[in-house]
């Protein structure tokens, strides 16, 4: 299944001379090359090849990450990653779940559960990207399920708690407006509702009146997440080329750049 959403690359950690931050960085190392690979989906020649690739380099994160848990826990605590590790764990198991329909769309919710009670309990610190990647999984698990979901009632259920779950995410956490992951969050929103309309593409209305309010409709939502990043894309041109892209692909012609 060719993934309709860029998971985030991980800013470098930084490399200590511990065993367990050694074997987290082999974490992230395969993590980000699965990253690379998805990226490079929409223009490979061989997207079966890509998208299996990438999911052998989850896999390989997601082994490094439980290992660097599970033997170099003490370790990364002390060296305040072991919630960077949890949340890495957690990433690799969405991306797996995403790329292959066989997985555990649900192994998740315990890495979720577990980092949220650490840091509930002030056992673990975790940065700004990661409190919003904490709060924000769930939204991004539930977008998983949606694609799976053969119901249109239910998958509409999971696309719309998934945006909110994102919207309360940044809520809570609140990141600088130009934070990464306020971006990485708006785009994925935005990839959400293209992802939704598309599932509903099918049973759309028939009717014309009826067919032009359920399409004005979608536009609004993605609009509506696009225009949150507004400041940012006045003055960041990469930014502005990758929504530009979004722009077309959902079939919205207004330039977020004109008003």
């Not at 050694?22 to 890509?50: K, Y």
């Not at 306020?182 to 994925?188: A, E, Q, T």
């Amino acid at each position: 299944m060719t993934s309709t959403i860029r998971p985030i690359a991980l800013a470098a950690l930084m490399l200590l001379a511990a065993c367990g931050a050694h074997r987290l960085s082999q974490a992230q190392d395969s993590f980000n090359e699965g990253v690379r690979l998805e990226a490079q989906l929409a223009e490979s020649t061989n997207p079966l090849t890509s998208s299996t690739q990438a999911l052998q380099n989850y896999r390989l994160a997601l082994s490094d990450s439980q290992k660097a848990l599970d033997k170099y826990g003490d370790s990364l605590k002390k060296d305040k990653l072991y919630g960077t590790a949890l949340i890495l764990n957690a990433l690799c198991q969405w991306r797996i779940a995403e790329l292959d329909a066989n997985a555990d769309a649900e192994a998740i919710k315990k890495v979720v559960a577990a980092t949220e009670t650490l840091a509930k309990d002030q056992k673990i610190k975790l940065g700004t990207r990661d409190q919003v990647l904490l709060k924000a999984l769930p939204g991004f698990r539930e977008h998983t399920l949606a694609q799976r979901e053969k119901d249109p009632a239910r998958a509409k259920e999971l696309y719309t708690s998934s945006l909110q779950t994102l919207d309360k995410a940044l809520s809570d956490v609140s990141p600088p407006e130009d934070h990464p992951i306020r971006v990485y969050v708006r785009l994925f929103q935005m990839r959400t509702v293209r992802a939704w309309r598309w599932a509903e593409f099918p049973t759309r209305p028939e009717e014309p009146v009826d067919r032009k309010k359920w399409l004005k409709e979608f536009n609004a939502r993605y609009v509506g997440y696009r225009n949150h990043l507004g400041p940012l894309l006045a003055s960041n041109d990469a930014l502005y080329k990758q929504v530009r892209e979004l722009d077309k692909d959902f079939g919205v012609k207004s330039d977020p750049r004109k008003g």
